[in-house]
């Protein structure tokens, strides 16, 4: 009840935009589902890079870096799933391509207390360079990604259509919202977590290991973006090329800017921009604007949204800063 | 190093082994023979101190005596050079905050280790959480500030993100989570620093009551007034070392004044006569709040002419440093005039003063006298880069820079590897003789010094002393602040004394009476 109350404002605009989902549908359901479809298709990659952000951030470490982080994954995955021919493989290896490079990171930036900015656009260039290199064309996957029906919530209509009738990874994204969500607030490690972002020397003088804390969680928060290339790889295209992440890297920071790095918002705010994307495409037939202006359009949309968020939301007090024990307190 | 080690062995073995048998019972916290110095100076020498279960004890001194220090070498966040810090019975060296905390001593830190954005009762719990199947246990955490604050009469609302709450709350906040941790000696770093009068009464109330309960307690501060109110015993701290040792039942404001400011053997100055001119500043009714938009300054007046050195003596946070500030054009006063030359610069900038003539030896050097990270050169010209012959239009003239730099690096005496290394890296004192040599170089009309001398080696002192004696000879008119009573007699050609925000009496420098200074500064007037 009383996160009812703390939460109204955004559980009731949720409600809202549940019930316009609901009219849309009964008016036309078809394009209601394909809409709402393409929105999170768009959008599983974006809370996925996201929730990598949520978890270094939170911790005190800005990650500029998703973006190169998702393309090494999304590499590493299908290259791998083609070479072995499984495609559980590719998706693991990914997932650890994306771990790897946040122990890149976590060790550049919290050991070597190199700057985080750079730490993050020297993963950008080398992800670039590396991926580019070692580029073969001609490979394809053995087999397409299953989609997995959850049994009962698929029957639901739209939101069972939309959500829960997809992909492994789509719905790995759609459960490790609220899982993160509730680890963050609700748990020993979520509020250790916190704490080391907002104000470390108050976690050092409660005994907290501030350094190790945020080398464990740069690290492990990058089996997200390592999901979200594999997805991009392996889900939602079967196939890679150079530089297809394509800025959802840096969207991905957007969303978790405007996101206030909480999971759940991050969520809707991938959906959001997930659905303007989706209603671009729609409107190409109605009114005639050519192509590239709908495709630039979740970028402009990033503008604007940061424009607007930016004064409004609050980063974790001591994201970017490093921490060296004995300082400051 | 190795004759340190020799002599650490030699001398505080034995007093160890006499003082477990000789200690009473009840003494919670004993101190013997302890020595800190970082580089050359010697933050703390040769302290002696204890306290008993029960008893609040304060560290009374001004800023750089050693006070904090000391109690950081009791919470273990620095290790002693020399002696030993028996707790309990206990002589083991502290290893950490962890291992002072284990063993019962609590600290509330003079920048309150909170997270701002967690709840009072989240704050409390960090560190040291339960949990049940994973999830964190936050009603057992609401609970426990509650019984808390029930039992010590702290109220506070375990819900309450910790930044929406005023200072002192906030200090609660700090106080229970030390008392959650079951502490014996809780120590306060300047817990009065940041509160207002009201909350000030509070804490001491407080604290009273801690004491009631057998809590130790030892507490910094600089205030007579909260010694008196609530200390049992009070250990005066002057420049490292224990310089008294008092019952408060037995001393008063003068007394403690006395101690505080000293009567160690007067730095002799070499001086002239003074032969002052005209009035350069000229400061009338000035009123000028503090960060707390408390009125430090409250309706100060006085005038400071050519070639003489008016000092301003006062124990700190009356309004000494609101009113640098507000001269130098860092704070905007609220009221009241200031005029340098006949023109007004109340409201002038930092360059706006220093282009009206103001040179400005801050109080707080590291913040606003250096860039720690430009090179000398640079930092000797922070004021005039832009002016010839510094600079031709847009382009800086590096030669001159670097001339400027070794011109001054031997007129005053600094120490460096070289003029382009970082200021960051020298020693406080010649970071000192980097400001000084900056704002005397370009010869001020009016030469502001506060604080000059704070945590400076002794010869560095004279060096300084002597350099501002040179100003005045040479027509400047001089603005001593300082809260080091013996600064002021043996520079100031006239004494201002401040207390309360204005100044509450004036005389000349030559054979001003050191107890009555004191008097006037404890407020008795």
Redesign the interface.
């Known amino acids: 009840m009383e996160w009812l109350k703390r939460n109204q404002i955004t559980v009731g605009a949720g409600l809202v935009i549940l019930v316009a989902a609901y009219v849309f549908y009964a008016v036309n359901s078809n394009v209601a589902t394909s809409m709402f479809s393409g929105a999170w298709f768009f959008a599983v990659p974006l809370v996925l890079g996201a929730l990598t952000g949520v978890v270094g951030e939170r911790s005190g470490v800005v990650n500029i870096g998703i973006e190169g982080q998702m393309l090494v994954a999304a590499f590493a995955a299908f290259f791998s799933a083609a070479a072995t021919g499984s495609l559980i493989v590719g998706v693991l290896v990914g997932m650890l391509a994306g771990i790897a490079m946040g122990a890149f990171l976590a060790l550049t930036t919290v050991k070597g207390l190199m700057d985080q900015i750079i730490a993050g656009v020297v993963i950008n260039i080398v992800a670039t360079g590396l991926t580019s290199f070692f580029y073969r064309p001609g490979k394809v996957l053995s087999a397409n990604m299953p989609q997995w029906e959850v049994p009962l919530l698929s029957k639901i209509p739209l939101i069972g259509d939309v959500f829960f009738q997809s992909g492994p990874i789509a719905l790995f994204a759609l459960v490790s919202v609220p899982v993160v969500h509730f680890a963050l607030f609700r748990t020993r490690w979520g509020l250790r977590t916190r704490s080391i972002g907002e104000y470390p020397s108050a976690a050092d003088t409660a005994g907290i290991d501030v350094i190790r804390m945020r080398l464990v969680n740069v690290t492990i928060g990058g089996i997200f973006a390592g999901a979200a290339g594999a997805y991009l790889s392996m889900e939602a295209t079967g196939g890679f090329e150079r530089g297809m992440t394509a800025g959802r890297g840096f969207l991905a920071l957007a969303i978790l800017i405007f996101g206030g790095w909480r999971p759940l918002r991050v969520f809707a705010a991938a959906l959001f921009f997930g659905f303007t994307n989706a209603l671009a495409s729609q409107l190409q037939g109605v009114i005639s604007i050519p192509q590239q202006f709908i495709t630039l359009l979740p970028y402009l949309l990033t503008l604007i949204v940061l424009a607007v968020a930016a004064g409004r939301v609050r980063a974790p007090a001591a994201v970017g800063q490093p921490f060296v024990k004995g300082e400051g307190s | 190093m190795s004759q340190e080690a020799t002599q650490d062995t030699t001398r505080d073995r034995p007093v160890e082994a006499t003082d477990r048998s000789a200690a009473p019972a009840e003494r919670l916290l004993d101190i013997e023979g302890l020595s800190k110095s970082f580089g050359t100076v010697r933050a703390n020498r040769d302290i002696n101190l204890h306290v008993g279960r029960g008893e609040i004890v304060a560290l009374l001194g001004e800023n750089g005596a050693g006070k904090s220090t000391l109690v950081k070498q009791i919470f273990g966040?620095i290790k002693p050079d020399h002696g030993t810090i028996t707790i309990k019975g206990d002589a083991s060296p502290i290893k950490d905050?962890?291992d002072a905390?284990r063993r019962g001593i609590g600290m509330v830190?003079q920048?309150?280790?909170?997270?701002?954005?967690?709840t009072v009762a989240?704050?409390m719990?960090?560190?040291?959480?339960t949990?049940s199947r994973?999830?964190?246990d936050i009603e057992g955490a609401r609970q426990l500030v509650r019984e808390l604050s029930d039992k010590h009469g702290l109220k506070v609302d375990p819900d309450v993100e910790v930044e929406d709450l005023p200072v002192g709350t906030q200090q609660r906040v700090e106080i229970l989570k030390a008392l959650s941790r079951r502490v014996d000696l809780l120590i306060l770093d300047e817990p009065t620093a940041v509160l207002t009068p009201q909350e000030t009464d509070e804490l001491l109330t407080v604290m009273k009551e801690l004491a009631a309960g057998g809590t130790s307690i030892v507490f910094i501060t600089h205030k007579l007034r909260e010694v008196l109110a609530v200390a049992d015993r009070v250990y005066v701290l002057r420049q490292g070392g224990v310089v008294g040792e008092v019952a408060t039942a037995d001393t008063d404001a003068r007394g403690l004044a006395t101690m505080m400011v000293g009567r160690d053997v007067v730095l002799r100055v070499d001086k002239e006569e003074a032969t002052p001119g005209d009035d350069v500043l000229s400061i009338r009714d000035l009123v000028v709040l503090d960060d707390r938009q408390l009125r430090a300054v409250d309706g100060f007046s006085l005038d400071v002419r050519a070639g003489e050195i008016v000092g301003v003596a006062g124990v700190e946070g009356n309004g000494q440093r609101e009113l640098v500030e507000a001269i130098a054009g860092m704070r905007p006063p609220q009221s009241g005039r200031i005029d340098l030359l006949g023109k007004d610069i109340t409201k002038a900038n930092p360059h706006d003063t220093h282009v009206a003539g103001v040179g400005h030896i801050p109080e707080d050097r590291e913040r606003h006298g250096l860039v720690a990270s430009y090179s000398l050169a640079d930092n000797l010209v922070l004021n005039r880069f832009s002016e010839k012959p510094f600079a031709n239009g847009f382009v800086r003239d590096f030669d001159e820079v670097r001339k400027n730099a070794e011109a001054l690096f031997t007129e005053f005496d600094i120490r460096a590897a070289g003029v382009q290394a970082m200021a960051g890296s020298l020693s406080g004192g010649n970071k000192q003789k980097v400001v000084v040599a900056r704002e005397m170089s370009f010869r001020p009309k009016l030469l502001m010094a506060a604080q000059p001398t704070r945590g400076v080696d002794v010869g560095s002192i004279e060096f300084i002393h002597r350099r501002i004696v040179a100003a005045r000879d040479a027509g400047a008119a001089v603005l001593l602040v300082s809260a080091e009573l013996d600064e002021v007699l043996s520079l100031a050609d006239r004494i201002a004394v401040i207390h309360g925000g204005k100044v509450v009496a004036e005389m000349p420098g030559k054979d001003a009476d050191r107890t009555e200074i004191g008097r006037l500064m404890a407020g008795d007037h």
């Open positions: 966040l905050p962890k905390i830190h920048h309150f280790q909170l997270v701002p954005v967690m989240e704050n719990i960090l560190g040291h959480e949990t994973g999830v964190l």
